[in-house]
């Protein structure tokens, strides 16, 4: 089945249009491009600001000419991730996409419906001439996926609307009326190498975790393979003596890493006992973990030499850095029932000739929290002799007692469907708290359809739940007369 033949057709006409450019972050101008090509096709009003941000116009249909604007919201980028044996280059080439008629998928990477649906939406919305709205601003942000940067970066003086559907979450029935405020920091941690001689050479890899996205799926207990790979050198190294040559892992701050790989070298003499220690921690972590991550793998592939390794100084550094450094779970929050409040997520890490580098993302739901991660990492960070850098610290979009939009929405959804949709606080970033902070007074509501998986080659959007929020937001628009 082709998913143009899914319903409604002219939505996924779109979304297969939009997936078959390619635009992960940092890689949005074709995507831009398309939307402002659409705008000139459709004789529509539209502006792109420095940062790659389009704003298209449309005016309201008649009898809602003079109605409050509205904001219409998406953001152009994906994560793009693909399976090992993915041919793909998602710098070139667009996706491959899969339908079974219930689910849609991407042939061995990301789907990207995080945030693809919603630009559909958005561009069916404005071609359509029989769907009642009022005067329309549909905001295209750019790179959301690496700091929300288009947001940060938005010129919202073309923008007079006060009334916002941010159409970026993932649970159907589910309204999002907060979000958590985040930073990303980059530590560096001096580490210095010295000639191998004699060694032998392994590359050990930890894979086949689930990974996902750090602030949805951050309670899952799902596993860190930067963390986990950390804890496998440390306790192979209390059996064997061991340096590193390099050591890489994740790829996305925003993302938990299921992967990470390090190459080691050891004494000659000393190989039988390095891979009786190896296999040891490989029946722990298969043991420890067979719910949570039942395909864990670790592998040990002998190399050729390699002329450089860390000294032996530097080697204990990268592991007590890899090893104590805080990662996931901060605190809960006092206040919402099983939902997390801080967290730090580990996504990336890697070793160049000077320095031993992790990329974090911190996320709050509280201001205070935030600060207090980011205070411990500086600790730890300096005890180490490391350095910091911290960029897209953006606020969290806080809880609004009154907002006659989410009004509307919950007795849309109940006139729809017979019940009251979820109202909740998530523990990840929307580009909302920095919509907030540059539109005076707006209102606000976030929501979406079903999204599985998330940021991995095993995400998937169930194609009934796009279509019973597409009838959703049109009956919305309907009502904001």
């Not at 169930?462 to 597409?470: D, F, K, P």
Request: proline share 4%; charged share 25%.
């Amino acid at each position: 089945m082709n998913v143009s033949e899914l319903k409604p057709h002219i939505v996924f006409k779109y979304f297969s249009e939009i997936c078959a450019i390619p635009h992960g972050s940092g890689n949005t101008s074709a995507l831009a491009r398309y939307c402002i090509d659409f705008a000139e096709a459709h004789g529509l009003e539209y502006c792109i600001d420095n940062a790659g941000n389009v704003i298209i116009f449309k005016e309201g249909t008649a009898g809602y000419e003079n109605s409050p604007t509205v904001i219409l919201q998406g953001h152009l980028d994906m994560v793009c991730d693909k399976t090992d044996d993915c041919p793909l280059d998602m710098e070139k080439d667009g996706l491959t996409l899969c339908t079974d008629g219930e689910y849609i998928w991407a042939d061995g990477t990301t789907l990207g419906g995080d945030d693809g649906i919603a630009l559909a939406y958005m561009l069916t919305i404005l071609s359509s001439d029989n769907i009642p709205h009022p005067p329309l601003e549909a905001l295209f942000t750019s790179d959301e996926e690496i700091g929300m940067i288009g947001a940060n970066k938005l010129d919202v003086s073309r923008l007079k609307g006060k009334r916002l559907i941010n159409i970026d979450s993932e649970e159907e029935g589910v309204l999002i009326a907060s979000c958590a405020g985040g930073v990303r920091v980059k530590c560096e941690i001096p580490i210095k190498y010295a000639e191998c001689a004699q060694m032998s050479f392994c590359r050990i890899s930890v894979g086949g975790l689930k990974g996902g996205h750090s602030g949805i799926d951050i309670n899952k207990h799902r596993k860190n393979a930067i963390k986990l790979l950390g804890r496998l050198l440390e306790y192979v190294s209390r059996r064997c003596e061991i340096n590193i040559c390099s050591l890489s892992g994740g790829g996305k701050e925003n993302s938990i890493a299921k992967s990470a790989e390090a190459e080691i070298s050891f004494a000659s003499d000393s190989k039988a006992r390095f891979y009786e220690a190896v296999n040891a921690f490989i029946t722990i972590a298969k043991n420890e973990f067979h719910h949570t991550e039942p395909d864990l793998s670790v592998t040990v592939t002998d190399i050729e030499s390699r002329k450089l390794c860390t000294e032996p100084t530097s080697t204990k550094r990268i592991i007590f850095a890899l090893m104590q450094v805080p990662d996931g779970i901060q605190t809960m929050s006092p206040d919402i029932p099983d939902m997390v409040q801080t967290s730090m997520n580990l996504g990336t890490v890697f070793t160049d000739e000077n320095n031993l580098t992790m990329k974090y993302l911190i996320r709050s739901n509280a201001a205070a929290g935030k600060q207090k991660s980011v205070e411990k990492l500086v600790s730890f960070i300096e005890y180490l002799d490391g350095g910091l850098e911290f960029t897209s610290d953006y606020p969290a979009w806080e809880y609004r007692m009154f907002s006659p939009l989410r009004d509307i929405m919950v007795n849309t959804y109940r006139e729809l469907y017979a019940q009251a949709p979820e109202v909740k606080s998530i523990h990840a970033g929307l580009e909302c708290g920095i919509l907030a902070s540059k539109i005076q007074g707006v209102d606000m509501i976030s929501f979406g359809p079903d999204l599985e998986n998330v940021h991995t080659p095993q995400e998937r959007m169930n194609a009934e739940s796009a279509e019973r929020c597409w009838n959703y937001l049109v009956k919305v628009l309907e009502k904001l007369k």
